[in-house]
């Protein structure tokens, strides 16, 4: 039995970065960018206001005051997306409004609010003029060409994961088309006589098929594409047909077929198929897990084999399988959120493994408690359905009592927490 860190560095020296492939732009958010992104313009483009106003050469307005006002007379207006075709000269001004081009000869803005155009307007006059109430410094409320990106800078980096915000800088570069690290098709392969696909009935012994859908949805959550295969029945030869099947996938994920049982034939193909890297970690729940590389034609698919029980399942699916897919997505960062938490309640560690206990974490006057999420039992997936947390015991640690501080790996991390 290995440890977790050694299970899961085992995990990741087997799977690297994929290649990189185009995307357009809305399809990249949460993508990693393959390559760094230059721009081969100015943001802005041009000189251009930062208020509505009036653009003016700051000299015409020397000595502007509420009780002092300096008239200058209006020779045109231009919107944003427009140029304007006069040129502002000494005791002239024209109208702008935010964004537009700063107009020749201008060499400051002054906001509306700094005018008499509301008592002019007021007053049905003509705004043939315009009163300036304060004076103008030179470049005042005027964005400068390439004052957000000059032309030829490095704008985003490679490695870069994309947000909202990234998606919008691209944007204004003009990309529509966008390089990213390509999505891992991961496998996913359910295992056992037992099991029933979920839109058939149910016979008396059997139970539904239940891990290939939440382990897909893990797939989707964390970036990858899942390609179910279906079920395996337990014996070697329908193993191995359905596990031909993933000989285009990045990573198969099998459950059950991993322990000591008779009918545990999993690692045995695994086996026969490529090599068994591990087998066992000292972990609970979870304890039952197999890993190694598949030889299928010319490729080399990595696999890990999950216990059968659902929250076994799925709780080694975000110790190992997430990183790995992280990896392959060009992640650096493959660590859950976790936090430092009260324990609402008393659990022991009798087997001396990593304990990963499912817990519901609240916040209560600035602190986090944590509270056992029901029964512990692998095979009860509603305890892990009602936890956002993993309580971590460590191996050393026979218990932990009421009111001692623990770590909480969240499973889910939002704003409300």
């Given amino acids: ?48 206001s930062a ?3 009036y653009a003016v050469q700051a000299e015409s307005t020397e000595g502007a005051s509420p009780t002092s006002l300096r008239i200058l007379r209006i020779i045109g207006e231009v919107a944003a997306g427009y140029i304007a075709r006069e040129e502002v000269t000494s005791g002239t001004a024209i109208r702008i409004m935010t964004g537009a081009p700063i107009p020749k000869g201008a060499d400051a803005v002054v906001q509306f609010e700094d005018t008499d155009e509301e008592k002019r307007k007021a007053a049905k006059k003509p705004l043939s003029d315009i009163g300036i109430l304060r004076q103008a410094a030179k470049g005042l409320n005027i964005r400068k060409a390439g004052e957000d990106i000059s032309r030829g800078s490095l704008v985003l980096k490679a490695g870069a994961v994309l947000r ?28 056992g006589d037992e099991l029933v696909e979920i839109k058939e009935p149910l016979p008396p012994g059997k139970i539904y098929n239940s ?18 295969l279906g079920i395996a029945r337990d014996n070697i030869e329908a193993l191995e047909d359905k596990i031909k099947q993933a000989r285009d ?53 990595p696999h890990l084999g999950l216990p059968g029980n659902p929250v076994s399942s799925m709780i080694a699916f975000e110790q190992f399988a997430r990183p790995a897919i992280l990896k392959m997505l060009g992640r650096k960062n493959f660590t859950k959120p976790t936090i430092q938490a009260t324990s609402e ?26 509270s056992l999420a029901g029964a512990q039992g692998s095979g009860i997936l509603t305890s892990m359905a009602q936890a956002n947390g993993l309580m971590i015991v460590p191996e050393d640690k026979p218990a932990i009592e009421v009111g001692e501080e623990v770590q909480v790996q969240m499973l889910d991390w939002n704003e409300e927490m």
């Fill in 164 to 191: 909202p915000q990234e998606i919008g800088v691209l944007a204004s570069l003009g990309k529509d088309v966008v390089p990213v690290i390509r999505r891992p098709v991961v496998a996913v392969l359910a295992t």
């Fill in 249 to 301: 996938a990045d990573l198969l994920i099998t459950s059950a077929g991993v322990s000591v049982g008779e009918y545990d034939v999993v690692k045995d193909v695994l086996a026969r198929l490529g090599e068994v890297t591990f087998w066992t970690v000292r972990m609970k729940p979870g304890k039952p897990l197999a890993f190694g590389l598949l030889r299928l034609g010319k490729r080399k698919i």
């Fill in 51 to 53: 208020m509505d106003g």
């Fill in 1 to 48: 039995m290995i440890s977790v860190e050694e299970a899961l560095e085992k995990v990741l020296s087997y799977v690297d970065v994929l290649e990189p492939e185009d995307e357009p732009i809305l399809n990249s958010l949460g993508r990693v960018l393959a390559e760094d992104v230059y721009s081969d313009i100015n943001i802005p483009p041009l000189d251009n």
């Fill in 345 to 370: 309640g008393r659990l022991e560690n009798r087997d001396r493994r990593r304990v990963f206990a499912r817990v519901m974490v609240s916040k209560r006057d600035g602190q986090y408690f944590a």
């Fill in 211 to 228: 891990n290939t859908y939440s382990l897909a949805a893990q797939v989707s959550r964390y970036g990858g594409i899942p390609k179910i």
